[in-house]
């Protein structure tokens, strides 16, 4: 009788630990996840003024003269290499001084205009994620209310040890998904923080398009600047999967299935989103 008596009480703090554990199980995720398509839509210069202020400072007083002296050294090597290339000297065409002017011309126009330009490609692709924002995110909430129904009387009928396994599921799991929460964040985050950086130091890259030789520099760096931009349409297109494959999830009846079902969809969700960086480097060749 005693003994029964401790039973049931262990068997209601338990019941009520895994309620606990489960009640809000998914709120930070959810919300890292609804957040996405808004801070994946906001420019740089929306996401943080003052980081934006600040980096467009330091690139405008601190690199630009350092670009100023890159594209002096580019372009005295291109008007070397244009008079040598002649047959040194023999075949020399007064028109090889216009050709280096023009081309001089473009380089400082490049170096000028670095920031709308970088700006310009960034607008292009956070248009591309605002309208396809409709179109994939779908809803992200992971609800288990929805997917158990009935909970507090299925675990009432389980057995002691169940309910033991069952309470430490939870509790791994609550742990887990907030640590989730913080990955999902990192990459969002980690991603615009990368803009800035990169923007930072534009008008060096910039310069170099002026000659043959070294405009791999800038070439590179222009396809960096897509890929930063299209990753935000991979991430989209990951998060629109998460939304499809978590309502699947209301199918299922059985409740530590649906803790680790949960648990699985948003772990491939990180792991897709880690990957994204690579993925719009590697489909732009940039490195």
Sequence with gaps: MIWQMIEEWFRGILIDGI????????????TEVSQIAGE?????????AGIFNMIRSLSDNVIVPIAGLIITFVMCYELIHLVIEKNNLNDFETFVFFKWIFKTFVAVWFVTNTWNIVMGI??????????????????????????????????????????????????????TMNALSICIMLVVYGRMIEIYLVTSVAPIPMAT????????????????????GFQAFLIMVCVGIYAVLVQTLSVTSDISGAIWGCMGYTVLLCFTLFKTGSLAKSIFSAH
């Design 19 to 30: 309620i606990s554990n489960l009640t809000g199980l998914f709120d930070k995720v959810n």
């Design 40 to 48: 994946l839509g906001t420019t740089p210069a929306g996401w943080n």
């Design 122 to 175: 960034f607008d292009v692709t956070q248009s591309v994620v605002n309208q396809s924002a409709g179109v994939i995110i779908g809803s992200t909430d992971l609800d288990l209310s929805s997917v158990t129904a009935d909970l507090e009387t299925r675990l009432a009928a389980m057995e002691l040890g169940a309910l033991i396994g069952l309470w430490f599921q939870t509790l791994f799991v609550g742990l």
């Design 209 to 228: 398009l002026g000659n043959h030789e070294w405009s791999s520099v800038g070439q590179n760096y222009l396809k960096s600047l897509l890929a930063l």
